[in-house]
């Protein structure tokens, strides 16, 4: 069976610091990988996603950035975190095909202090 | 900017009521249609999806009705249980690679 891995679930992390958040996927091959952030009142916003490796579309123009180093390896990324930052960040994989479901990890709720 | 755009943000509806939740859209290009759930401090799951070819999906007490021409769908939860309270999003699948969601709709149901 399928699984997604995020981590970790929380952190806080100083104005200015990097950020590194992975999500890995278990059980499939070649799937569309995506980062979410949540924030209130505006729902899950699509930030960047991926339909191979080395190939990362950003759909949000921001401090963060993403890579696909392997075929079910998913990073954001961060060189100078700003407050605006904060949010719950969720990585989601789907098939890639018609009708597909996407698959949510659990979030990574991120308070930049 | 939204793919979709969803109403209402919130939403109070009595046990046993009827919930409806609304979305729009304005890319025709769009053929794939799922409402996802999210309980608080969780990732979202699919609860239905429907294509443009038909214009109603039933499962259980949820429905999406779909209006094409009007480029519009709604999610209707039937006899709304407190354990359906819970934020909605819809959604829209874009060239088979890009899912994108509304702002969602959180739904409380009152005893």
Known sequence: SQTIHQWPATLVQPVGSPLSLECTVEGTSNPNLYWYRQAAGRGLQLLFYSVGIGQISSEVPQNLSASRPQDRQFILSSKKLLLSDSGFYLCAWDTGGRLTEAFFGQGTRLTVV | ?111
């Not at chain 2, 793919?3 to 729009?24: D, E, R």
């Not at chain 2, 759930?37 to 294509?51: E, H, M, N, S, V």
């Not at chain 2, 009007?70 to 690679?97: R, V, W």
Request: charged share 15%.
């Open chain 2, 1 to 111: 900017q939204q793919q979709v755009k969803q109403s209402p943000q919130s939403l109070i509806v009595q046990k046993g009521g009827i919930s409806i939740i609304n979305c729009a859209y304005e890319n025709t290009a769009f053929d794939y249609f799922p409402w996802y759930q999210q309980f608080p401090g969780k990732g979202p799951a699919l609860l239905i999806a429907i294509r443009p070819d038909v214009s109603e999906k039933k499962e259980g007490r949820f429905t999406i009705s779909f209006n094409k021409s009007a480029k519009q769908f709604s999610l209707h939860i039937m006899d709304s249980q407190p354990g359906d309270s819970a934020t909605y999003f819809c959604g829209s699948l874009f060239g088979n690679e890009k899912l994108t969601f509304g702002t969602g709709t959180r739904l409380t149901i009152i005893p």
